[in-house]
């Protein structure tokens, strides 16, 4: 088992210490480290006795930056700290477009206050774009979020045809399983689908109660920015809590893997690793 893994056996008990770890862990200035220093850390901590007595930034760098699986250094592209990038650039285009397009935005928000439900900012939809695009929100946030949990086994399908691998407790791989794999897609869809489906109905609420207030009834050119607003704010704190709601060493039962591996089980749970 992968040094991260073991690392993420011993910190991950619950979503608190979870959760601790992801917000160090998409600390953009992690996309800074160089290939040598990765590697340099990779080989200090191999040479490390306890994994627990290991310094923490040189283990936030090796959980940032090395595939837990394969033990090589992640691309750039793929590497955690990319989520708070790519919102940190989100969120500006976002208001670039916002203020470009404020007077018109505004008179429309005002003319249709009450026919027309809500705004969500488009990057909730996905990645194809780099705007906020006005949508209705009832539809667009259900379907996203039911989209969401049922992307993710597709993107994923290979792990559920060809299956993951599964550990003992001491971190010795036991096998192949697919009902493993199986779980750690769902656990992940769900994630996911918690991630987005907060992210598009937290605002749209927020933004219901408001506009039931005098002020905002009286100041409807309000309601566009704290949307906005409130959008990027909640993305940003789902995105590490929604990482921390299963751990990254995932569990599975004996009777729910498959019959060959029950007969080299001598424990009554397997672990293995989740993913993203």
Same mark, same amino acid.
């Given at each position: 088992?992968?040094?991260?893994?073991?690392?993420?056996?011993?910190?991950?008990?619950?979503?608190?210490?979870?959760?601790?770890?992801?917000? *160090?862990?998409?600390?953009?200035?992690?996309?800074?480290?160089?290939?040598?220093?990765?590697?340099?850390?990779?080989?200090?901590?191999?040479?490390?006795?306890?994994?627990?007595?290991?310094?923490?930034?040189?283990?936030?760098?090796?959980?940032?930056?090395?595939?837990?699986?394969?033990?090589?250094?992640?691309?750039?592209? !793929?590497?955690?700290?990319? !989520?708070?990038?790519?919102?940190?650039?989100?969120?500006?285009?976002?208001?670039?477009?916002?203020?470009?397009?404020?007077?018109?935005?505004?008179?429309?928000?005002?003319?249709?206050?009450?026919?027309?439900?809500?705004?969500?900012?488009?990057m909730c939809r996905g990645p194809s774009s780099n705007y906020c695009e006005?949508?209705?929100?009832?539809?667009?946030?259900?379907?996203?979020?039911?989209?969401?949990?049922?992307?993710?086994?597709?993107?994923?399908?290979?792990?559920?045809?060809?299956?993951?691998?599964?550990?003992?407790? *001491?971190?010795?791989?036991?096998?192949?399983?697919?009902?493993?794999?199986?779980?750690?897609?769902?656990?992940?869809?769900?994630? +996911?689908?918690?991630?987005?489906?907060?992210?598009?109905?937290?605002?749209?609420?927020?933004?219901?109660? #408001?506009? +039931?207030? +005098?002020?905002?009834?009286?100041?409807?050119?309000?309601?566009?920015?704290?949307?906005?607003?409130?959008?990027?704010?909640?993305?940003?704190?789902?995105?590490?809590?929604?990482?921390?709601?299963?751990?990254?060493?995932?569990?599975?039962?004996?009777? *729910?893997?498959?019959?060959?591996?029950?007969?080299?089980?001598?424990?009554?749970?397997?672990?293995?690793?989740?993913? #993203?």
């Open positions: 088992m992968d040094a991260n893994l073991l690392y993420w056996k011993s910190h991950g008990e619950s979503v608190f210490s979870r959760l601790k770890v992801w917000v *160090n862990l998409l600390d953009p200035s992690f996309l800074l480290t160089s290939n040598a220093e990765i590697q340099e850390t990779r080989t200090q901590l191999r040479s490390e006795e306890k994994v627990k007595k290991k310094d923490e930034h040189a283990w936030n760098i090796s959980l940032s930056s090395i595939h837990p699986d394969s033990g090589s250094v992640l691309p750039l592209v !793929f590497r955690p700290p990319v !989520f708070t990038t790519e919102l940190h650039c989100r969120v500006q285009l976002c208001k670039q477009k916002f203020f470009f397009r404020a007077g018109s935005d505004s008179i429309s928000e005002a003319a249709s206050l009450d026919s027309r439900d809500s705004l969500i900012c488009h006005p949508t209705g929100y009832k539809k667009p946030t259900h379907s996203k979020f039911l989209q969401v949990y049922r992307t993710s086994p597709t993107l994923r399908g290979e792990e559920c045809e060809t299956g993951i691998q599964v550990f003992d407790s *001491n971190g010795n791989t036991v096998g192949i399983s697919k009902a493993a794999a199986e779980k750690a897609v769902m656990e992940t869809a769900l994630s +996911r689908a918690v991630l987005f489906g907060t992210t598009g109905a937290v605002p749209s609420l927020l933004v219901s109660v #408001l506009k +039931r207030t +005098r002020l905002f009834q009286k100041n409807s050119l309000l309601i566009p920015p704290i949307r906005h607003i409130s959008v990027a704010f909640v993305l940003g704190l789902m995105i590490p809590l929604s990482f921390s709601l299963f751990s990254q060493m995932g569990t599975i039962r004996k009777e *729910n893997v498959e019959e060959e591996l029950q007969a080299k089980m001598a424990e009554g749970q397997l672990f293995y690793h989740r993913g #993203l």
